[in-house]
């Protein structure tokens, strides 16, 4: 039975690397922001010292209702764990 996807919450692309891009592994990352939507408005606040986007997402997050959500297309690419 496939798993129905969210895709209600989508970045922006300057929020990740757009396009396809080799991957090597796959991260599961648990991120403490109370909620997806909470989760998603940090990530498009987020930037660095000099005031561009900070690349940090995951494509696909998992609400507290189970939910799926993918929030940025899975062939792209984005610094999961805040490395440069």
Partial sequence: MPVPVDRSLRLPETEYVPGSQLKSGI??????GGSAETTVRLWRRDRTDGG???LVATAYLI??????LEVFDPAAWAYQFGLT
């Avoid at 609400?63 to 799926?68: G, I, K, P, S």
């Fill in 27 to 32: 991260a599961i990352h648990h991120t403490v």
């Fill in 52 to 54: 561009r986007p900070n």
């Fill in 63 to 68: 609400a507290h209702d189970r939910t799926v």
